[in-house]
C-alpha cells in the first residue's frame, strides 16, 4: 500500500499511541501499588496480581482481537476496544475492594488488547521487507516513550493526590486514543479479509505447527515473562528493599524506559544492513548474561549504585528483540497478520501475567525471586531461538 509523507506520519503516531497502551496501563500506577496495597490491606502477591489481571486480559483479549481484524477490518475492533477501555478504567476511579479493581483491571486488559494486536496488523498492512522492519522499529521508539513519561507521570501525581488520580489521567488517554480511532482510515480493504472468524480461528492451530512461528511465538513468549517479572517486582524491590522514595522509582524506571527508547532506533539504522535475526540472537544473549550478574548481585546485598548498570544492561535490549522478532515472524503471513499477531500478542504476555504473582511470592523485601524468574525466562527464550528460529536462517 503506497503512503504519502503525511500518512506515514499519522500513522506511526497513531499506531505507536496504540501499542503504547500497554507501558502506559502498567507503568502510570507503579508506583502506587505499595501505597495500593496499604490502602486495600492486601498482601503484596494480590497487589502484583493487579497487574497479572491486566495482562492476562491483555493476552486474551489479542485472541479475539485479531481473527475479529482480520474478518471485519481494523477499524471496527479498535473502536470497541478503546471504548470498553476507557469505561472500565473510569471503573478503577471509584473500586471500593480489590475484587471490583481486579474485575476492571481484567477488561481493561482485555479491551486494549484490540490496540495492540491491531496496530501491528495495520504495520502489516501498509508495509513489506525492510520497511516492515523500520516501521516495527520506529513503532518500538514511540512506544518506548511511554515507560519514560508513565511512571514518572505517576509518581508526581501521588504528590498532589492519591493513586485513583493516576486512573483519571489514564482515562482520559483512553479518551484520545477512542477520538484518534474515529479519524482512522480503514487500511483492509473488504476484499482481502477473511470469510468468517471461525476461519480466522481456524488458523491458530496451522499457524503454531510451523516450527519458524512457535519459535518467536515461545521466544517472546520467555523474553516478556522476564521483563514483566520485572515490571511487577521493581517497585517493591527499590521501594522496600532500598528504600527509595516514589518519586525516585520513577526516576530510575524512566532512566531505564530510556534506554529502551534509544536501543529502539538501532533496529531501523541497521535495516537492510544487519539481519534482523542477527540482532533478535544478539538482543537475547546480553540479557541472559545480565540477568545471571543480577542473581549474583542481589544474592550478594550489592548496593544500588551497582545494581542499577546491571538491570540496565539487562532490561533495554528488549526494544530490540521485540522489533526484530515480530518483523519476522509477521513477515512471511501475508493475509494472516491479524491472526499471526494475535498469537504473538497472546505468548508475549500469558507467562508474564503468570510469573507476576510470583515474584512476590517470598515476601516484599527480597529481590532474589525477580532475579531468578528474569534469568530462568531469558535463557529459555535463548534456546527456543537457537532451536527453532536459527536453523532457517
Same mark, same amino acid.
Given at each position: 500500500?503506497? &503512503? ?15 501499542t ?7 507503568? *502510570? ?19 502484583? &496480581? ?36 476507557? !469505561? ?23 479491551? #486494549? ?6 496496530? =501491528?496488523? @495495520? ?6 521487507g ?34 485513583? %488520580? ?17 479519524? /482512522? ?6 476484499? =482481502? ?21 512457535? #519459535?518467536?511465538? !515461545?521466544t ?9 517479572? /520485572?515490571?511487577s ?8 528493599? /532500598? ?17 529502551l ?24 544473549l546480553i540479557?541472559?548474561l #545480565?540477568?545471571l ?13 551497582? @545494581? ?33 499477531s ?6 508475549? &504476555? @500469558?507467562?508474564?501475567?503468570? *510469573? ?16 531468578? @524468574? &528474569?534469568?530462568?525466562g531469558? %535463557?529459555? #527464550? ?12
Amino acid at each position: 500500500m503506497a &503512503m504519502s509523507k503525511g500518512m506515514r506520519l499519522w500513522l506511526m503516531v497513531f499506531l505507536g499511541l496504540m501499542t503504547a497502551i500497554a507501558p502506559l496501563s502498567t507503568d *502510570m500506577y507503579l508506583p502506587s501499588l505499595p501505597i495500593m496495597q496499604q490502602d486495600f490491606s492486601i498482601s503484596t502477591s494480590v497487589a502484583q &496480581m493487579t497487574l497479572m489481571m491486566t495482562t492476562g486480559g491483555m493476552a486474551i483479549g489479542q485472541i479475539f482481537a485479531g481473527p475479529l481484524s482480520d474478518r471485519y477490518g481494523r477499524k471496527i475492533p479498535l473502536l470497541l476496544g478503546m471504548l470498553i477501555f476507557t !469505561l472500565s478504567t473510569a471503573g478503577c476511579i471509584w473500586a471500593e475492594d480489590i475484587g471490583a479493581f481486579l474485575f476492571c483491571r481484567f477488561l481493561c486488559g482485555f479491551a #486494549g488488547a484490540s490496540g495492540i494486536v491491531v496496530a =501491528k496488523a @495495520i504495520a502489516r498492512d501498509v508495509c513489506q521487507g525492510p520497511e516492515l522492519s523500520r516501521f516495527f522499529a520506529l513503532l518500538m521508539m514511540i512506544n518506548g516513550l511511554a515507560p519514560i513519561a508513565a511512571p514518572v507521570i505517576g509518581g508526581q501525581i501521588l504528590l498532589f493526590t492519591t493513586w485513583r %488520580g493516576v486512573f483519571v489521567v489514564l482515562t482520559a488517554v483512553g479518551l484520545v486514543q477512542l477520538l484518534a480511532t474515529f479519524v /482512522y482510515r480503514e487500511t483492509l480493504p473488504r476484499e =482481502k479479509r477473511l470469510p468468517g472468524v471461525l476461519a480466522s480461528f481456524a488458523k491458530f492451530p496451522r499457524l503454531l505447527k510451523n516450527r519458524y512461528f512457535l #519459535g518467536h511465538c !515461545l521466544t517472546q513468549c520467555f523474553v516478556f515473562g522476564a521483563f514483566f517479572s /520485572y515490571l511487577s517486582g521493581s517497585s517493591f524491590v527499590f521501594q522496600n528493599v /532500598y528504600q527509595v522514595s516514589p518519586q525516585g522509582y520513577s526516576l530510575i524506571f524512566g532512566g531505564i524506559g530510556a534506554g529502551l527508547l534509544l536501543t529502539g532506533a538501532l533496529p531501523a539504522r541497521l535495516a537492510g544492513r544487519v539481519p534482523d535475526e542477527r540482532l533478535l540472537h544478539i538482543s537475547l544473549l546480553i540479557p541472559l548474561l #545480565g540477568s545471571l550478574l543480577l542473581c549474583l548481585g542481589f544474592y550478594m546485598q550489592a548496593p544500588l549504585s551497582l @545494581i542499577l548498570p546491571v538491570l540496565f544492561v539487562t532490561i533495554v535490549p528488549l526494544s530490540v528483540m521485540g522489533a526484530a522478532s515480530f518483523s519476522l515472524a509477521l513477515s512471511r503471513q501475508g493475509k494472516n497478520a491479524g491472526s499471526a499477531s494475535a498469537l504473538l500478542g497472546f505468548f508475549s &504476555m @500469558i507467562l508474564g501475567a503468570a *510469573m507476576m504473582p510470583l515474584v512476590g511470592i517470598a515476601g516484599e523485601n527480597t529481590a532474589l525471586p525477580m532475579a531468578l @524468574i &528474569m534469568a530462568g525466562g531469558y %535463557g529459555l #527464550g535463548l534456546l527456543s531461538y537457537r532451536q527453532l528460529i536459527a536453523p532457517e536462517h
